[in-house]
């Protein structure tokens, strides 16, 4: 939504602000296998951790139960720990935990 134009200096164009508006958030959580060229997204209201466990079980128990062994890659997020697993998913012995890398090695940051 426009809030109108900005003061002008002589013979500068006209400029603009507009001020962003928000319409609500989700979430979407992805499952996927690339060797099998499967993939799956959930969306959900929020980001907590239940839902992240409560998206683990059903990877586990619907998407992939003949699974001997799941391997989960994720981002560094504040629900993205095993702490979030421990209760929902404690009898899950095939849940592998894995952090996704974010490119950064000690080489990296030397050379800035």
Known sequence: ???????LQA??????????????VA??????????????VRG???RTRRDFAE??????DEDSPQAE????VVENLNTHGPGALRRPL???KRIV??????????RNMAAG
Request: proline share 7%.
């Open 55 to 60: 998206q683990r079980r059903q990877r586990a």
């Open 11 to 24: 013979e500068q164009p006209v400029r603009q602000d507009s001020e962003y508006e928000r319409h609500g």
């Open 69 to 72: 062994r799941i391997v989960l």
């Open 44 to 46: 959900t209201d929020r």
């Open 90 to 92: 404690r009898r899950k």
């Open 27 to 40: 979430n979407l959580f992805l499952a996927l296998e690339p060797l099998r060229g499967w993939r799956k």
């Open 97 to 106: 935990w894995r952090r996704a890398s974010n490119g950064i090695t000690p």
């Open 1 to 7: 939504m426009p809030r109108g134009s900005l003061l």
